[in-house]
């Protein structure tokens, strides 16, 4: 994300191409200068260029359009009615809400975007309409696991983060809507320089900064300010803001050169004056920083072009990116896990959210959707016989009948593999079992399954079945007994097994791995240390790849490789319990489960 | 004929989603690298039995673009006068029943027609996929009547769909029961009516943002996966491309139509020569030992990598089918029918390799 102080220059460079650019993603909470730059946004637009806000849970007709209702039955032939993206040709739609977009209305919006028109059949009438729009997406995410989708953050050039702006800030606006116009009429003849183009993408290379289609934005962004300098000729500086605004806030690596200033330092300058009124024009890249490269400036002019442009786009990467990058992979690879955020909702009959309707009349706990009836049945009155105004009934046939289809969130199954062997029993059976039982109290009033596999001497098994009992999963753990060896390999296959049978049926299961990782005794039941260790690896290397969301408690005494290395393979999250005790481990298994589920939404 | 007209008004209304008529499209030879994709794209082409391909991958790696451009490759076919679903009347057995009527009363008037290539957004309705009553004519006339939807329109060519894996439920029902029988049966609002609807299915979509049906994946010929170029030189040369296309469109796709028009001269000698090429019983066998190495079901999986294969042979003018065409086209053939191993932490592509490695030699 920018720092705020870019926010009127962006605003400015939007203004000039909002189609082309894409848009902006605002992640700010609602605040007073959110509503400033809106404000300021459209000032900067022209009188004539449309501005539409719309929900992020904007039905499909709103958005894209559909059949007119009252016009087609006041005039007896189907009417098309404008969606909202066609209405907002030429101008901005700004999306509230926007983290809580669903992929499907983000889809839509993208492919608008990318053919800059709306072309759908929808409700027998045929919609084809330009809608070259810029989105103003607003973000009021709270955690990086709230954002808008990627799919849809992947076609807007510009990210901008108000939350650290200070409430008192004001942003001062770098041009007005004349300079807009005027750039506008610049911009078609712009013309590309090949060192800048190759400029852009060997620093978004670099960085690891978004896909190809980023690197194109950056380089219409780039056209867009030279076009606000009134030049038709791109400059370096053009190349460097571009990157800076477009490309540093994606970086998702370090760029290969020497960090002679760290990013923290370089960026919390900017971050902290994010009052400093001429806060948007490019700095200078700091001499020092482009000549003094790590990598040999052999190909002479381009390579020196790109470091410039690198190096002062490093200089604004904001504080705390790099170390923000961990956080954003592992949760870019738990969202990944389970079928997808797509995949995790369930269609429900008659609870959740409401989602769309289809036809079929109501039976059981499915309810009639009165309006998407009427709209159903609107344009064949006068086939059906209503030939006279005054006869005001509405013939409605069951063909018309349309229900509203509901999703929910999926259940949730939290499988435990209790590791009851000597080794374990000796330490820490009694914890694990107390963290267990906490656990459980509370998937019992979240109205969560949860199985328990216990494992011990030669085999694992099933201690109990996938079950909102609470009081049988207390008993069962009661009745475990510790002793024996430890068939890890075992143990982790029968909770793979359960929670791809529970992914089948749509649930969203949590494996919860209790041990302390030294396994003895193979998957034929016999002794062996090596065998049983490279056997549990593989294993557990299958649930990593199955993306199951887990969380591996290592139970020994003193944390050791041995548990590290598995929760690695199996891609879960590593907690030693000498840390953690019942309650504190009670927690961490919440957390995962809920950021399973909710990257599973 | 005197509903012709009345007909030919209504296809025209419907004729936009045709893309290479309306506004200029990035023309297929200029899409850079991404050989295996355009590859698939072209071998459904000269072949379209092979039965669709799907293109999963990195955003922005030009997935729609390519779909989009084979549009504006496809070399004109041979269809019926006023016929609304595009027969070819040179098979009797493919007519509608409309044609096959009026086919028993002489030879058809036929005229060459841009294949169709039509685009199922997301978020059509259920109604304009299947076809419904013609609402134009029941509000004005009181007259039931049929009006085709998409699946009509697209029958001899291709469907695509972009982000195929956010599909909803229902649309992908319907596909999968079409896609299998190449019929559309339209029981709705008092209608009843049956059309052939055989088209090459095209998908594309990012795999990280939802998964697809196993029935779905299964209609699928070929699956290609798309990757970010990380080489510098071949992005440099994307931005490129799109920049130019973008700042003249007429120019660029002037600028390549040479090589576009080679390409389609190409695919219809592919398409005429694809009977005559040979298959040797060694190839064929290679096929089966390489399909039960990787444990896919049933046969599909062995006639799609045979006539991928032919398809690629034809395209480039070999005589006989080779191992080494059965190798090009074996990871996209087979890579999405393995079934999951979760003791195989490798990817099903490699899988795919490792398996032809063992099954051809190095």
Known sequence: ???????????????????????????????????????????????????????????????????????????????????????????????????????????????????????????????????????????????????????????????????????????????????????????????????????????????????????????????????????????????????????????????????????????????????????????????????????????????????????????????????????????????????????????????????????????????????????????????????????????????????????????????FAVDASGSSALHRLAEAKGAVELLLADCYIRRDQVAVIAFRGRAAEVLLPPTRSLVRAKRSLAELAGGGGTPLAAAIEIAAQLADQSRRRGETPTIVMLTDGRANVARDGTGGREAAQVQALRAAAAVGNSRFASLFVDTSPRPNALGRDLALAMNAQYIPLPLADARALSEMVKSTAAAGGHSAR | MQGVGAKARRLSRAEPSMHSVSRPVFPFSAIVAQDEMKLALISSAVDPSIGGVLVFGDRGTGKSTAVRALAALLPPMRAVVGCRYLCDPSTEETLCEECSQRAAGGPLKSRLVPVPVVDMPLGVTEDRVVGALDLERALSQGIKAFEPGLLARANRGFLYIDEVNLLEDHLVDLLIDVAASGENLVEREGLSVRHPSRFVLIGSGNPEEGELRPQLLDRFGLSVEVKTPVELAERVEVIKRRDQFERDKSAFVAQWKKRDDDLRRRIVAGRKRLAQIDMADSVLESAAKLCMQLGTDGLRAELTLIRAARALASFEQADTVAVSHLRRVAPSALRHRLRRDPLDESGSSARVARAVHEAFGP
């Open chain 1, 1 to 415: 994300m920018n720092p705020a102080g870019d926010a009127a220059l962006v605003a400015s460079l939007f203004a000039v191409d909002p189609a082309g650019s894409g848009g902006v993603c605002l992640r700010s909470l609602v605040h007073p200068a959110r509503d400033q730059w809106l404000r300021l946004l459209r000032d900067l637009l022209p009188a004539d260029a449309p501005m539409r806000r719309i929900p992020f849970n904007i039905p499909d007709g709103r958005l894209l359009g559909g059949l007119d209702l009252t016009a087609t039955i006041k005039s007896n032939r189907p009417v098309a009615e404008r969606g909202v993206l066609a209405a907002a040709d030429r101008g901005v739609v700004v999306i509230s809400m926007a983290e809580r977009l669903t992929p499907h209305t983000a889809a839509c919006i993208n492919s608008a975007l990318d053919v800059g028109e709306v072309t759908l059949p929808r409700e027998g009438v045929y919609i084809q309409s330009s809608a070259r729009v810029g989105i103003v997406a607003l973000d009021e995410g709270m955690s990086d696991e709230e954002s808008v989708p990627t799919s849809l953050l992947d076609r807007l050039a510009f990210l901008l983060d108000f939350n650290a702006f200070s409430t008192k800030a004001l942003i001062t606006p770098e041009h007005y809507g004349e300079d807009i116009l005027a750039a506008r009429g610049v911009l078609p003849r712009v013309r590309t320089d090949p060192q800048i183009l190759a400029a852009i993408c060997g620093t978004a290379l670099a960085l690891g900064a978004g896909s190809p289609r980023v690197s194109l934005l950056a380089l219409r962004v780039a056209r867009a300010a030279a076009a606000l300098d009134g030049r038709v000729d791109l400059r370096e500086e053009d190349a460097v803001l571009a990157a800076r605004l477009v490309l540093a806030p994606r970086a998702t690596m370090a760029p290969p050169t020497q960090q002679e200033s760290p990013p923290d330092g370089g960026s919390s300058n900017v971050a902290d004056q994010p009052t400093s009124d001429q806060s948007g024009r490019a700095p200078d890249p700091p001499p020092e920083l482009n000549s003094d490269n790590s990598r040999e400036p052999a190909e002479g002019q381009r390579q020196d072009l790109d470091n410039i442009v690198l190096a002062a786009t490093q200089a604004s990467i904001p504080s705390g990116l790099l170390a923000r990058l961990r956080a954003v992979e592992t949760s870019r690879s738990r969202r990944s896990s389970g079928a997808g955020r797509a995949g995790a909702l369930r269609n429900s009959r008659s609870r959740g959210r409401p989602c769309g309707v289809r036809s079929g009349s109501p039976r059981g706990h499915e309810r009639l959707n009165v309006m998407e009836t009427l709209r159903a049945a609107a344009p064949w009155q006068k086939l059906r016989g209503r030939s006279t105004q005054q006869d005001s009934r509405i013939v409605i046939s069951a063909d018309d009948f349309r229900v509203t289809r509901y999703r929910q969130r999926a259940h949730t199954l939290t499988i």
